[in-house]
């Protein structure tokens, strides 16, 4: 996938899929990956937080054919160095992995960059860096964020007035399928949708009915 098709891609993005191994164990990436993708994820990240760096190569290699296979981007989850090596289509970076200029300086201009935002302040910030996406949230408290406070769904319109109508936003944290109506009505129109999906009976059902709430 070449840097037009990758900011294509994103730009009609809707639903931001993540294979997180605080719910997926490394033995099933494969089967989550695929149900994932077959129920209309529009991105995928491998998000492997205390985890050895030979699972997350590991890993990293198992979902990336997956995704060029389907034609959608895969996003690694901190380390630009290993998302170049890997062929990876980008990189996602929270507020204290450094700035988004020296990230760009090691992965080059072809590759995404995808930066977490938790204020509106922040979201201009990295709009102003030259991020190609932004996650903005957590908009409820969520166990993948233990620790650190949900920003609630005041901001939700103005973020995405400010920057979502120039960068793709994803709100993320705590959404689910419960919630997801008042998020949309707060103004989001992209989302992250993590432990819902991960967790389900039917993974690719689930993602299928999110999808569809968000087209």
Known sequence: MN????????????????????????????????????????????????????????????????????????????????????????????????????????????????????????????MADGADYIGFGPLFPTPTKAGRPAIGLGEVSNMETEVGQYVPAFCIGGIKMENLTEVLAAGAKRCVIVSQLLTATDVTKATAEAKHALS
């Open 3 to 126: 840097q037009s098709q990758r900011r294509s891609k994103l730009a009609h993005a809707r639903l931001y899929g993540i294979v997180d191994f605080g719910y997926v164990a490394p033995s099933d990436v494969i089967q989550v990956t695929q149900q994932l993708l077959t129920g209309g994820a529009d991105i995928i990240q491998l998000r492997a937080k205390d985890t050895e760096m030979n699972q997350i190569i590991e890993a990293a290699k198992q979902i990336l054919p997956l995704c060029k296979s389907a034609g959608i981007p895969f996003i690694l989850n901190d380390f630009p160095e290993l998302a170049v090596e890997l062929g990876a289509d980008g990189v996602h970076i929270g507020q204290d992995d450094g700035s988004i200029y020296e990230v760009r300086s090691r992965i080059g201009e072809d590759m995404l960059i995808g930066r977490s935002t938790h204020s509106l302040e922040q979201a201009r910030q990295a």
